[in-house]
């Protein structure tokens, strides 16, 4: 029985003649593909999702009131300052792609994955934002999904605000059940 033939790892060398034209694309080389203008898509409405999130997160770091909401509240502003962060990585890679973010306020609801929330109970607000950093979870892992390898940088960024995603819908449990 023959043993398989072994192929060798070789780089595509006409690609990387490719790689250098085209200066004024930066990172973006002709060997990225169609995909771009999609990923750029989807961080742009991840970016919405992300500003939606700071914004209902400030509101209730705000306007929580009640016996456990110092602790409650501070939580939220924690997760405002996380989600800020999210929103700036985003951003920053759109504009490495070649795109322009989405800061657009008019419509900033309507392409986010999370609802804003106006909630004054404080148990409510948990429980809106609990949904929110789940959808954001379930976002994020469909885009890892769809970008796979089609853009590993991208996808490093996202799998990274993924996890920070899980350690506040983490948090915001385990604070429901106290």
């Known amino acids: 029985m023959n043993a398989p033939e072994h192929k060798h790892l070789q780089l595509d ?5 490719r790689a250098r034209q085209h200066l004024d694309e930066g990172p973006v080389t002709p060997s990225y593909g169609p ?14 999702t992300e500003l939606v999130c700071v914004l209902r997160y400030k509101r209730h770091y705000f306007t929580a009131h ?9 939580e939220f502003l924690e997760h405002a ?11 920053e890679r759109i504009v490495q ?26 148990k409510a607000m948990l429980r809106s934002n609990l949904v929110a950093e789940r959808i954001a979870v379930e976002a994020y892992r ?31 449990a385990d604070l429901l059940r106290d």
């Open 13 to 17: 060398e006409q690609a990387l003649q």
């Open 35 to 48: 995909w771009r203008d999609d990923v750029i898509r989807l961080l742009n409405d991840a970016l919405a």
């Open 66 to 74: 009640g016996l456990n909401s110092p602790r409650i509240a501070e």
């Open 81 to 91: 300052t996380q989600e800020a962060v999210h929103a700036d990585r985003l951003a």
């Open 97 to 122: 792609l070649g795109g322009d973010p989405d800061f657009k306020p008019d419509s900033l609801t309507s392409r986010s994955h999370a609802e804003y929330d106006e909630s004054k109970d404080l």
């Open 142 to 172: 469909q885009m890892i999904q769809l970008i796979g390898d089609k853009d590993p940088t991208t996808r490093r960024i996202l799998e990274e605000v993924l996890a920070e995603e899980e350690e506040h819908a983490d948090d915001l």
